[in-house]
């Protein structure tokens, strides 16, 4: 019944990283919450055969529960011997102004990283077995960073008004709130220091936030990418094409920080929670950002998808490698900016990588060509066209790997590969849910799961990384 109080121990995480327990009968998910948790929750949602809660005291905590160092972390009272204190109906850490909204990013702060890293480990293994009916396959232990804050390379911050000034920072979870940040320790500090001073200057100029009830104002996002040599690009993300106060912002910034490699404008007209627009201005300096990954170089245009963890990256494709092994081919499919090819092209006669995006294609044949690899062809086309236009050589022994988007590939694609028959296919995943999937799919179709081995790309949130190797069987 919604507003009861009820006692409740945390049994497991979930999926999507809240708690889950267990009370009269019903499963109930409780976000902010750990394994071994006993807890005073409030139900805030009843359905028939599961409920929400929040939580509003915390009687004892899991042995795995640390205090969380960043201060826009959900924060609760825990019991003391004088009776509880009063939690913010709002969720977060009060202060002399009230309440604190929660920031909606790094949920997960609250645990400790090694009971992080065994969870996501769990998840993977628990996730195949019910979605994708794979029992008796084994997950390693997940691969976590030695050092796990700061490690972003991207942050792109939605720009507001709280009625007295502009704000920019990230969504309370759930809404479209502006928390405002004035620090996030998963960001470089340099990317941290340039925001804010964008920030200030456009306040101090006089430009209006782009408010989304109304369609009205100006700058809608503070983008920006580094990368581990300390250099970064900063992107406007604006409602309209023109930059009032321009000649005024932009030096300021240049001279400030050399770092910046590059200041741009992306203009965004529509009215939709889509971030990026079509159109592209230069304002100053180089349009890519340059990053290096162990012994390559990668040029990235501004609007490019790259992993935003760039250590863990290495790692991510160093499994990859390993599960390659090496060949005659190699198909990368959704490549990107060509990265997984590129890395594995020492290991192949060839390499080839298919992604609908041109822009990305070109920087994929940039970065072939900066790095002296010539065995790498990359075609601009969706990865069902691309498979459907052609056949099976049974003259070559040929290996896949697929890195697609959160949905996961979409059936043709998983057909297609079914037919194809490579020797060796190697599915890179962000989304247990839609790996589980589609690797039932593929069990189906002559393959058998060899190795899973989760990543942690994403340290102090419930996001996971999975590099799963499959053989033909027969």
């Given at each position: 019944m919604?507003?009861s109080?009820v006692t409740?121990n945390i049994?497991?995480?979930?999926?999507?990283g809240?708690?889950?327990g267990?009370t009269g009968?019903?499963?109930v998910?409780?976000?902010?919450?750990a394994?071994?948790?006993?807890?005073?929750i409030?139900?805030t949602?009843?359905?028939?055969?599961?409920g929400?809660?929040r939580?509003?005291?915390?009687?004892?905590p899991?042995?795995?529960?640390?205090?969380a160092?960043?201060?826009?972390?959900f924060?609760v009272?825990?019991a003391?011997?004088?009776?509880p204190?009063p939690?913010?109906p709002?969720?977060a850490?009060?202060?002399?102004?009230g309440?604190?909204?929660?920031c909606?990013?790094?949920?997960?702060?609250?645990?400790?990283?090694p009971?992080?890293?065994?969870?996501?480990q769990?998840?993977?293994?628990e996730?195949?077995?019910?979605?994708?009916g794979?029992?008796?396959?084994t997950?390693k232990?997940?691969?976590?960073m030695q050092?796990?804050?700061?490690?972003r390379?991207?942050?792109?911050?939605?720009?507001?008004?709280?009625?007295k000034?502009?704000?920019?920072?990230?969504?309370?979870?759930?809404?479209?709130?502006?928390?405002?940040?004035?620090d996030c320790?998963?960001q470089?500090?340099?990317?941290v220091?340039?925001?804010?001073r964008?920030k200030a200057?456009?306040?101090?100029?006089?430009?209006?936030?782009y408010d989304p009830?109304?369609?009205?104002?100006?700058?809608?996002?503070l983008l920006?990418?580094s990368?581990?040599?300390?250099k970064?690009?900063?992107?406007?993300v604006?409602?309209?094409?023109?930059?009032?106060?321009e000649?005024?912002?932009?030096?300021?910034?240049?001279?400030e920080?050399?770092?910046l490699?590059?200041?741009?404008?992306?203009?965004?007209p529509?009215?939709?929670?889509?971030?990026?627009g079509?159109?592209?201005r230069?304002i100053?300096?180089?349009d890519?950002?340059e990053e290096?990954?162990?012994?390559?170089?990668?040029?990235?245009?501004?609007?490019?998808?790259?992993?935003?963890?760039s250590?863990q990256?290495?790692?991510?494709?160093n499994v990859?490698k390993?599960m390659?092994?090496?060949?005659?081919?190699l198909l990368?499919l959704?490549?990107?900016?060509?990265?997984?090819?590129?890395w594995?092209?020492?290991?192949?006669?060839?390499?080839g990588?298919?992604?609908?995006?041109?822009?990305?294609?070109r920087?994929?044949?940039?970065n072939?060509?900066?790095?002296n690899?010539?065995?790498?062809?990359f075609?601009?086309?969706?990865?069902?066209?691309?498979?459907?236009?052609?056949?099976?050589d049974?003259?070559?022994n040929?290996?896949?790997?697929?890195d697609?988007?959160?949905?996961?590939?979409?059936p043709a694609?998983?057909?297609s590969?079914a037919?194809?028959?490579?020797?060796?296919l190697?599915?890179?995943s962000?989304d247990?849910g839609?790996?589980?999937?589609?690797?039932?799919f593929l069990?189906?179709?002559?393959?058998?799961?060899?190795?899973?081995?989760?990543?942690?790309?994403?340290?102090?949130t419930p996001?996971?990384?999975?590099?799963?190797?499959?053989?033909?069987v027969?």
């Open positions: 919604p507003g109080r409740l049994d497991r995480l979930s999926l999507g809240e708690g889950v267990r009968g019903m499963v998910f409780v976000p902010y919450t394994p071994g948790d006993t807890l005073e409030e139900i949602d009843s359905r028939k055969s599961f929400r809660a939580i509003t005291r915390i009687l004892k899991s042995p795995d529960r640390i205090e160092p960043c201060p826009y972390h924060q009272p825990r003391e011997a004088t009776g204190r939690i913010s709002l969720g850490r009060g202060s002399a102004l309440p604190r909204l929660a909606g990013g790094c949920t997960w702060q609250h645990l400790t990283y009971a992080q890293l065994k969870t996501k769990e998840l993977v293994k996730t195949l077995e019910r979605i994708g794979l029992r008796g396959v997950v232990p997940t691969l976590g050092d796990p804050w700061r490690y390379n991207k942050v792109q911050q939605p720009v507001g008004w709280d009625g000034r502009l704000i920019s920072g990230f969504y309370a979870e759930g809404s479209h709130d502006i928390i405002p940040i004035e320790l998963v470089p500090e340099l990317s220091k340039i925001i804010n964008a200057l456009l306040e101090e100029h006089g430009l209006r936030a009830r109304r369609h009205q104002g100006w700058i809608r996002h920006l990418r990368s581990q040599a300390g970064a690009i900063l992107i406007f604006t409602r309209s094409p023109e930059f009032p106060q000649s005024k912002i932009i030096p300021v910034l240049m001279r920080f050399p770092e490699s590059g200041i741009h404008q992306n203009t965004q529509a009215r939709t929670n889509v971030i990026l079509r159109e592209w230069r100053y300096g180089q890519y950002l290096r990954l162990g012994p390559l170089k990668f040029r990235l245009s501004s609007g490019a998808f790259f992993q935003v963890n250590p990256a290495e790692v991510l494709y990859v390993t390659a092994g090496s060949g005659d081919r990368d959704y490549t990107g900016v060509g990265t997984i090819a590129l594995l092209s020492d290991r192949f006669q060839e390499v990588g298919v992604e609908e995006n041109p822009a990305a294609i920087d994929a044949e940039t072939a060509e900066i790095n690899i010539d065995n790498a062809r075609i601009a086309q969706s990865s069902e066209a691309f498979l459907g236009g052609i056949s099976r049974t003259r070559h040929l290996t896949v790997v697929v697609p988007p959160r949905a996961g590939c979409t694609v998983l057909k590969l037919a194809l028959r490579p020797s060796s190697i599915y890179v962000c247990p839609t790996l589980a999937r589609d690797l039932a069990s189906k179709s002559g393959y058998r799961v060899l190795e899973v081995q989760p990543v942690d790309l994403f340290p102090h996001h996971i990384e999975t590099v799963v190797k499959l053989a033909r027969g």
